[in-house]
C-alpha cells in the first residue's frame, strides 16, 4: 500500500497545487466571480484593526499560498493529514464559487457540469486523505488509548496502596492491641 500512496499523493496533489500557484498569482480570478463579496470583505477589512496593507486580493493570495503549501506537503507525504483538511478547507470554496453554471446552456453547461464533478471527484479523494491513517492511529485514537492506559494504571496503582494501607492497618491494629494488652499488665 505505500507504494500505491507514494504514487497517489503526488498526483491528486497536482490539481491542487496548480491552482494555489494560480490563485497565488492572479487572485482577480477569484475576486471576479463574487465581486461584491470581495468588495464587502474590503470595506469590512478598512473598518477594522487589520493593518492597511491587508485586502481581499492579500487574503485569496494567501489562501493560494496555503493551498500550494498544503498540496506540496500532501504529496511529498509531510502531514498528510492535516495538508489535507488544508486543502479541503483552502479550494473547496474557491472551486465552487467560479463555477456559474445557472448562466451557461448547451455545450457549455455539459463541460462545466463535468468540471464541477471533477472537483468533486477531487475533493472526494482529499476527503478520504484527510482520514487515512495510513497505518498510523489519529492523534484522537492516540490520545484515547493514552487515557484509557492511565486509568488503568492509577486504577491498579490505588489497588496497590488500599492492600498496602490494608497490611498498615492490621499492623497497627496489631501494634495498639499489643500496646493495650503491655498497659492492662503494667496497670493490673
Not at 49 to 64: L, T, W
Not at 108 to 136: F, M, N, P, Y
Amino acid at each position: 500500500m505505500a507504494l500505491v500512496r507514494r504514487i497517489a499523493r503526488p498526483l491528486l496533489a497536482a490539481p491542487f497545487v496548480f491552482e494555489g500557484v494560480r490563485t497565488a498569482l492572479h487572485p482577480e480570478r477569484e475576486i471576479d466571480v463574487y465581486p461584491q463579496a470581495f468588495d464587502a470583505v474590503d470595506s469590512a477589512l478598512t473598518k477594522s484593526s487589520a493593518p492597511g496593507f491587508i485586502d481581499s486580493r492579500a487574503v485569496v493570495r494567501a489562501a493560494g499560498v496555503v493551498a500550494a503549501g498544503a498540496g506540496v506537503l500532501y504529496a511529498t507525504n509531510r502531514a498528510p493529514r492535516a495538508a489535507a483538511a488544508a486543502l479541503l478547507v483552502t479550494t473547496s470554496v474557491g472551486w465552487a464559487g467560479r463555477k456559474k453554471v445557472w448562466e451557461l446552456r448547451g455545450e457549455e453547461l455539459v463541460a462545466e457540469v463535468q468540471s464541477i464533478l471533477t472537483d468533486a471527484g477531487l475533493l472526494g479523494g482529499v476527503l478520504l486523505a484527510v482520514v487515512d491513517h495510513d497505518g498510523r492511529p489519529s492523534l484522537g485514537y492516540r490520545a484515547n488509548k493514552f487515557v484509557e492506559r492511565s486509568q488503568k494504571k492509577a486504577a491498579q496503582k490505588q489497588r496497590e496502596l488500599e492492600k498496602k494501607a490494608g497490611k498498615l492497618e492490621k499492623k497497627a491494629k496489631g501494634a495498639v492491641s499489643t500496646a493495650q494488652k503491655q498497659l492492662a499488665d503494667q496497670h493490673g
